[in-house]
Each structure stands twice: as structure tokens, then as C-alpha cells.
């Protein structure tokens, strides 16, 4: 274990032995680090929070703090952050309210630029991309394979479907079916996210199976429920599509208020 002598560790922290703590960073109470994970100068990390293996955070990060709720009033609440993932410099990432699920949730492989923010009760899945100040609201649900650019926005009790693609400076104020492209402010759906899923091995057939859905659902002028029906009628077939009828045949509260971008 290579902590720095400035470093400050709580006596109940449990850190892996090949942990590396930077100078002045704070890790507090209730606080456990994974094996292979590095804390940079000057990081603080707060509890109770539990961090995978191999996760980089840099200097000046706030990872765990106590959430931005004004209905807040201390009770125990908890940060989970899998494995191998990057916090760059002055992310900040809130533990959960006793409103909800009590717990903020990061999967695997995920990249949070410089200033990136996750807000209370969030669930990011994995293998993300965050970029410079992209921001989530608290309740916010991100799947796997999101990319939100520079600026972006997710507004509270929002949900981004998997493979996404969030353009820059976006507001996202409904919900993002998986595979969609979003832009604009607010968001609307500009188009299938296929160069994204070329990179994750997508067959032409697949992307191309995505594209005629994504004109189903958005251009041809079938009503919501009308189009829900031909997709699901399509993903018989085509397995690629049982994501986004999943997505869509969702019919909680949350989606009753919020709608999807359309």
C-alpha cells in the first residue's frame, strides 16, 4: 500500500493492500477500495461508499459526498462503483436519498471526463463515456454504452437507453430510447446512433434492422402504441430490437410523467 504521509484515512476505511492514496487526499469513514485502484492528490472520497478494483480517480475529485437534496437530512445512504473505472479531475458523485433506493449506482468501465456529475440515486450502467462536464440529475438511469458529450444534460428521473449517443450541449428532458441519438435543447431524436454501434460490432443487417425501427417509431407517423405493436411484432426476428420494445413498453409513473423524446 503506497499512502502519502499528508494523505488523512479513516481508521475504519478498508483499503487493498497495492492501493495508491496521493497527497492530502481525505477517504473517510465507511469507505472500501478495491485492489489496483489509485486516489490523487487532494481527492476526497466520502462513505459509505464502496469502490471496485482498478478505479483511477484523479486529483480533486469528490466521490461519495452527501447529496444535493434540500429534503436531506443525514440518514445513512450509500455510493456503489464497480470496477476499472476513470474519474478525472473535479467529477463529483453523490450517494443516494432515503427517497428512493437509498444507493447511487456506477457499473464497469466507464470514463467520467473532468467535471462530470452524478447526482443522487443514479444508476449508470457500464462501459459509458462522460465527457467534459456532462451532468446527471438526481433518479437519472443511464444503460451501458451511453456516450453524453461536452455539456450535456440529463434532467431527474430521466432514462437513457443502452448505445445512446447524446450530443453536446443536449437537454435531455424525456427519456432516450436505446440505439437513439439525441440533440438539441430540448432533446429530440435525430437518428440512429450507428457509427457507435459499428464499433461494438454490429452487423450491417443489425444497423440496418435499427434504422427501419427508428423510422417505425419516429417518421412514420404511427401513433406511440401503433408502433410499439410493429416493433415488437419485428423483434420475433430480430433480437436486436427487444432492447428498445423493452424500453418503450415501460409504463411506470416515471415514464407516465416524463414521456420519451419524440
Given amino acids: 500500500m503506497a499512502i502519502h504521509s499528508t494523505a488523512i484515512v479513516a481508521d475504519d476505511a478498508i483499503i487493498a493492500p497495492d492501493v495508491e492514496i496521493g497527497a492530502y487526499a481525505v477517504i473517510g469513514p465507511g469507505v472500501s477500495i478495491g485492489a489496483g485502484s489509485r486516489v490523487g492528490p487532494h481527492a476526497v472520497i466520502e462513505g459509505p461508499t464502496r469502490i471496485g478494483r482498478e478505479n483511477n480517480i484523479f486529483q480533486f475529485a469528490s466521490i461519495?459526498?452527501?447529496?444535493?437534496?434540500?429534503?436531506?437530512?443525514?440518514?445513512?445512504?450509500?455510493?456503489?462503483i464497480g470496477d476499472r473505472n476513470v474519474f478525472r479531475e473535479n467529477c463529483t458523485i453523490n450517494r443516494g436519498t432515503t427517497k428512493d433506493r437509498g444507493v447511487t449506482v456506477i457499473g464497469d468501465d466507464n470514463l467520467f471526463m473532468t467535471g462530470a456529475h452524478v447526482g443522487h440515486d443514479s444508476i449508470i450502467g457500464s462501459k459509458c463515456v462522460f465527457a467534459n462536464y456532462a451532468t446527471l440529475g438526481?433518479?437519472?438511469?443511464?444503460?451501458?454504452w451511453v456516450h453524453m458529450g461536452g455539456f450535456a444534460g440529463i434532467h431527474q428521473f430521466c432514462k437513457v437507453g443502452a448505445h445512446a449517443f447524446i450530443a453536446?450541449?443536449?437537454a435531455?428532458?424525456?427519456?432516450?430510447?436505446?440505439?437513439?441519438?439525441?440533440?438539441?435543447?430540448?432533446?429530440?431524436?435525430?437518428?440512429?446512433?450507428?457509427?457507435?454501434?459499428?464499433?461494438?460490432?454490429?452487423?450491417?443487417?443489425q444497423i440496418r434492422n435499427l434504422r427501419e425501427a427508428y423510422k417505425t417509431l419516429y417518421r412514420s407517423g404511427l401513433k406511440l402504441s401503433e408502433a410499439m405493436e410493429e416493433l415488437a411484432q419485428r423483434a420475433l426476428t430480430q433480437p436486436e430490437l427487444v432492447p428498445l420494445v423493452e424500453f418503450l413498453r415501460d409504463v411506470?409513473?416515471?415514464?407516465?410523467?416524463?414521456?420519451?423524446?419524440?
Fill in 64 to 80: 461519495g459526498a452527501a447529496p444535493q437534496d434540500l429534503k436531506y437530512r443525514g440518514e445513512p445512504t450509500r455510493l456503489e
Fill in 172 to 205: 435531455v428532458t424525456r427519456d432516450v430510447p436505446p440505439y437513439v441519438m439525441a440533440v438539441g435543447r430540448p432533446a429530440e431524436p435525430h437518428s440512429v446512433n450507428a457509427e457507435g454501434l459499428k464499433r461494438r460490432g454490429f452487423t450491417p443487417e
Fill in 138 to 144: 438526481g433518479h437519472a438511469q443511464v444503460g451501458d
Fill in 168 to 170: 453536446n450541449n443536449t
Fill in 252 to 262: 411506470s409513473p416515471r415514464r407516465e410523467r416524463v414521456g420519451i423524446v419524440r
